[in-house]
């Protein structure tokens, strides 16, 4: 049996101790408040017992992590038809570069980095009738747990500062592949990324996706395919042009956002959530990299 409790407690440990952080995002203004000191890690395995250490239950924008929910609630609104306006390779590329979509005539490379998942976000605004509220409200569900909510300060923060990401969504109006509004599909898309969360809620969210698609009270949020293609699209794309590096070091699916946080998984086992808000030059945090590194090491449990 292998002791989860002792082994994130020593990850803390190391953490704790660590004077290299890296820098915390400062191009959204309201997410350079937060203490570079910050270190939480939480592990939810599939019985649903879980284990903690550090800053566990402290709330913090996941960011670009979101981008695997809308994702998924895209996919349950139209299914494959996703696929038409969204591709699936890893870029290569830093999460905002705009660059590809000239070269393939606005059609992103993957839901994870920004521009897909601006397309994403278009596609949520044209199928819901309150786009911002029923997107929450899936969150919870899934979760089951409504006291998450958006960070409203951080949304409108990105909103005056997000000028590469209304050039992106400009773009993607330019090519055809842009139905709505660039403002209004913005405003869903910052608000979306604003999501405030801890670990602990972040692995209750992602447990799905290592339960086959259904979530810890067993309702179906997601086929078995469909759960097979998104951990697809986290182990490949999930971490900016470090996706290889993280698969390489890991070896697990997840995702990454620029407010520290990372999740990861492995189906049918465990779901496990770090936040570190200083990032690598990648863009990455840098002590979750590192903190998910030695628990797959230590437990010898990875994909691979
Ligand atoms: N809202 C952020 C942006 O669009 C998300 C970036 C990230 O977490 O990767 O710049």
Not at 9 to 20: G, H, K, W
Not at 182 to 207: G, I, K, N
Request: hydrophobic residues 40%.
């Amino acid at each position: 049996m292998i002791n989860f409790q002792s082994i994130l407690a020593s990850i803390n440990e190391a953490a704790s101790t660590e004077n290299d952080r890296g820098k915390i995002a400062d191009y959204i203004p309201e997410l350079a408040k937060v203490n570079v000191n910050n270190f939480g890690i939480h592990l939810q395995d599939i019985h649903q017992n879980s284990f903690s250490a550090g800053n566990a239950d402290e709330r913090f924008s996941i960011q670009s992590i979101s981008k695997v929910l809308s994702l998924s609630m895209a996919l349950g609104q139209i299914g494959e038809k996703v696929w038409k306006r969204v591709d699936v390779e890893p870029s290569g590329d830093p999460f905002n570069h705009l660059s590809l979509l000239e070269l393939e005539n606005g059609i992103p490379r993957n839901p994870l980095i920004n521009p897909g998942a601006i397309v994403i976000a278009d596609i949520l605004v044209s199928q819901l009738e309150y786009p911002k509220k029923d997107f929450l409200t899936f969150v919870r569900n899934i979760a089951n747990d409504d006291t998450i909510d958006y960070d409203i300060d951080v949304a409108e923060s990105e909103k005056r500062t997000g000028f590469r990401n209304f050039a992106a969504a400009n773009l993607l109006k330019s090519y055809g592949n842009l139905d709505n509004e660039v403002e209004v599909v913005l405003d869903f898309y910052f608000h979306q990324c604003s999501l405030a969360m801890s670990c602990a809620q972040l692995t209750s969210t992602f447990f799905m996706f290592m339960n086959n698609g259904k979530c810890r009270r067993e309702n179906i949020f997601l086929t078995i395919s469909q759960v097979k293609r998104i951990n697809a699209i986290m182990l490949t794309c999930g971490f900016y042009d470090e996706a290889g590096e993280f698969a390489f070091e890991v070896g697990l699916p997840g995702k990454s956002g620029v407010g520290g946080g990372i999740v990861a998984l492995l189906p049918n086992k465990f779901c496990v959530a770090t936040w570190s808000p200083g990032l690598n030059p990648k863009g990455n945090s840098k002590l979750g990299m590192l903190a998910l590194e030695k628990l797959t090491t230590e437990t010898e449990l990875s994909i691979f």
